[in-house]
């Protein structure tokens, strides 16, 4: 991939995003909490679901289509195709 196209990818705002340091992590563009317990949290980003394991998950933040969690992350999907037409 150019630098070019590193450069658009990482600016389209659209595109489902999460960042990951330590026990904390932060997801970009979340249309719906889907599921949240102390192991998994799912989001709906509109095109792809992602879904976070661990061990005391928790939600420290959600505003803006924007969610900064917590806990012990032990792995990190991105899912499906949703249906845009809602």
Known sequence: MSLKEELLMDFDLR????LVNG?????????????????????NCGKQYISVRGRRLSITFLEDERMFLRGAIDAVEFYGETDDHE
Do not use: C, T, W
Not at 15 to 18: D, F, G, K, V
Not at 23 to 43: A, C, T
């Open 23 to 43: 026990e904390q992590g932060m997801i970009d563009n979340v249309k719906r909490l889907v599921l949240l317990s102390e192991e998994n949290i799912i989001v």
């Open 15 to 18: 595109a489902s995003r999460i």
